[in-house]
């Protein structure tokens, strides 16, 4: 299966399974990962979501190999267009949906594998981790599926456009002095730290980790501070109806795991 999906509790762990080919996009595991992350909604049991590879990288981008097997370039614009929705609809579903998703970035993420990590809302590296926009490396431009979207609103105008217009790599050292990535460690100790943000996360409210969420992705656009606020009131009002406000109150004055009743 060239996407596991193994489910523990609440948290959802999607692996990237072809490592023979450093997990790269081939149309089964772009349709995979669109089928999965499009079909997460609120109602879904899974409230957290944790994206990694299997092997020595985390996404090598687009698998051309198997472009080419495709038709490649020989394809009409029409046909052509489709295939690059299929792959940016992913990323658009990972903003949309409303779990958290925090990727582990081991060796490559290049092109749509970038893309990937970027799209996910917390991002935790391996030493050996490397990542670049390779579309301009292969005659494309550099802005596809997103990166010149998030990357500018991460690092910078200048920073972006330095990566972006080179192609050049970024280690993990330096996403890390950037704030590219949340921690930098081995394999097994980035995943222990996820689960122990997953853990964290599931200490809040459903609703209130959908909203923050929500209201994260929308306050970076959001045209004025008022505007930001204005969602964020909305946001608490929200959440102090039904049960699972006073419940995760009375959790934390009791030191106990909340025990909530909604999704």
Known sequence: MNLQIHVEGQ???LTLNRPERLNALDPALIAALKDYFVGLHARSPERVVVLRGAGASFCAGLDLKAMQADGGAGRDVSEMLESQ????????????CPQPII??????ASGGGFALALASDIRLATPDA??????????????????SYFLPRMVGASVAAEYMLTGRFIDAPRAAALGLVSRVGPLAEIEAQAREMAEDMLRATPLGLR?????????????S???AIAMEDRNQVLCLQGPDFAEGVAAFLER?????AGR
């Open 11 to 13: 948290v959802a762990w």
């Open 85 to 96: 929705k299929n792959v940016r609809d992913i990323m658009l579903a990972m903003r949309r």
């Open 103 to 108: 990727s582990l970035v081991q060796g490559a």
């Open 130 to 147: 490397r990542m670049n926009a390779a579309f301009i490396r292969i005659g494309l431009s550099a802005c596809d599926v997103g990166l």
């Open 211 to 223: 909203l923050s969420k929500e209201a994260l992705g929308l306050a970076i656009d959001a045209p």
């Open 225 to 227: 501070m008022e505007a």
């Open 256 to 260: 106990r795991r909340p025990r909530y």
